[in-house]
């Protein structure tokens, strides 16, 4: 069985400060694990992925995460918020059989 | 060509019609994917097809109907809805059926009357 639970529903920062979503996973296996993001009425975008190999992943948009097994945990991070960066954030955890479980998201702000 | 095409962007359709909708994709992909997404939750899987065989089914009610014709496209046939079906339905695919990146469509947005 897998789950995921993202810590925040909403998050809210100014432009130009620091990002942190937060995202706690459960696997029984080794997990396969993703961040998307979510434009408003648009379809869902890989930001970045972690399938075992380094544990600092980094991604578009300047986006990057941690995975930390010891605490279960896969947060997104990305040092200066931009406008365009405000949106859906969805944590994904993936069976070796391909069915993703998505935690029910974090709204992003970023005020100007 | 890295992108999933669906059709069409928006549907209104009566509790008695019969539509469907389409996803196309021509990345040499060989599973593809139906999500539904209400207002304000995550994307819910409803079907996995894997090299064109049906290969997760999450106990969708038998009013939605997906079909894979070829490798490249996905339909999902709506008979009979309910209201309460209204929402985003969300096309993905991806190189495997394994643990790996899905690239998603923009989606159908479907209400019914």
């Known amino acids: 069985a897998q789950s995921v639970t993202q810590l925040d529903s909403h998050v809210s920062v100014s432009e130009g400060t620091p990002v942190l979503l937060r995202c706690n996973y459960s696997s029984s296996y080794s997990p396969s694990l993703f961040w998307y993001v979510q434009h408003p009425n648009k379809g869902l975008q890989l930001l970045l992925k972690?399938?075992?190999?380094?544990?600092l992943v980094k991604g578009i948009n300047g986006f990057e995460a941690e995975f930390k097994k010891s605490e279960t945990s896969f947060h997104l991070t990305k040092p200066s918020a931009h406008m365009s960066d405000a949106a859906e954030y969805f944590c994904?955890?993936?069976?070796?059989?391909?069915?993703?479980?998505f935690g029910d998201g974090t709204t992003l702000t970023v005020k100007p | 060509d890295t992108e999933v095409t669906q059709t069409p962007k928006h549907l209104v359709m009566g509790m008695t019609n019969k539509k469907s909708l389409k996803c196309e994709q021509h990345?040499?992909?060989?599973?593809m994917y139906w999500y539904k997404q209400k207002a304000k939750k995550p994307p819910e899987l409803m079907f996995v097809y894997s090299y064109e065989k049906l290969s997760i089914n999450e106990s969708v009610p038998s009013r939605f109907s997906p079909e894979c014709p070829n490798s490249s496209l996905l339909n999902l046939h709506l008979h009979a809805l309910q209201p309460e079906d209204s929402a985003l339905y969300l096309c993905a695919s991806s190189h495997g059926g394994g643990p790996v990146e899905q690239f998603f469509g923009p989606g159908t947005r479907l209400t019914v009357l």
């Open positions: 990345m040499g992909h060989r599973a």
């Open positions: 972690y399938t075992s190999a380094a544990t």
């Open positions: 994904v955890v993936s069976s070796l059989a391909g069915k993703s479980t």
